[in-house]
């Protein structure tokens, strides 16, 4: 007999409508939040953030396009934390370091271009360099001395951020009166990432090449988790080092390898951020809210490279739409709100897919032998 699996119960289709209902629910939410602190203005305030910087369409289609390019490039970071945090998941270790490494990745990229005038392709490397071995030391000591990679993580966490304020707080890279760092493209031209589609974004200067080099990296990701031996074993070493070390996989070096791979990947979120000159660094009494936004939004994109990208987006979306709120009503806040319950609900992505997962009617196809007619018993 032959078992039809509907549409709905596929696997990769529940995981995107658990995906969708979160986000959903979020904005419902977030929009009875709207209501109760201003009732009357609640769909107008809910408008401004849907509909964010699309309200440029009509006035202005290329101020429409720099607003989008914008958008991109401030998705990047977040997109990449997600893919550092993804791949470690995906080999059974909980990367929560990642904030960590990506501030690592600031002081790296920043100090070089800033301080010592590289091109921005050293710059780029020495932030992949710094993250992947600030991962490495959390997976070093997991390898070897079994301690959580959680608690390791959240102490290099703070330790980075340290060391960031001191090394990025100095008069080699800090303008001291305006307390950030020095524009790399009045300092350093050439540590700036070369331009992409910039015309096309209504001169969007900050426009680089780290909108593709983001989607090379997912696609990356996806094809090594799935496609190659060299993926399967830190998957297996991962969820059964036991086992893996019995099947004669070196379990230490994995775990290493798989730490230092995902730290490498949250550095050059840190590099292809700021090396395109968006932002500057500011002395932080916190780590980067991505390392911890990107736990979500690896989860909310179903813990697929590709997902990853639709849920990145969608997050920093709404984030940047909170800008649009009229602050007579709202506090821009709101939005950042909204994300914290969206973040909240992706805990329940896996119970929202089990109750997609819930057995239904069997179709069988009543036209289908069984195996042994026609056969005669000898």
Known sequence: MEEKVSFTKRPGVQTLLASVLCAILGIIIGFIILWFMNAEHAAEGMSAILVNFFKYKAASPTALMKYMGSFFVKSVPVILCAEAILFAYKAGLFNIG???????????SLYTSIALGWNWFFCLIAAVIAGGVWGLIAGFFKAYFNVNEVIAGIMLNWIGLYICNIVLGGPACMNQSKSETYDISEVNPSGILPGFMQEFFGGNQYMSIAIPLTIVVAIVILVVLNKTTFGYELKATGHNKDAAKYAGMNAKKNIMLTLAISGAIAGLAAGLYYLTGIEHFKIASSVPGMGFTGIAVAFLGGLHPIGTIVAGLFVEY?????????????NPQ????MIAIIIYLCGF???FKSILSKPGKVK?????KPDNAGKKEV
């Open 334 to 337: 709101v939005a950042d709100l």
């Open 98 to 108: 990642a904030a960590g490494q990506y501030t690592v990745g600031i002081i790296a």
């Open 318 to 330: 709404i984030t940047l739409g909170g800008q649009y709120l009229n602050t007579n009503y709202y």
């Open 364 to 368: 069988v196809n009543a036209n289908a």
């Open 349 to 351: 992505v896996l119970f």
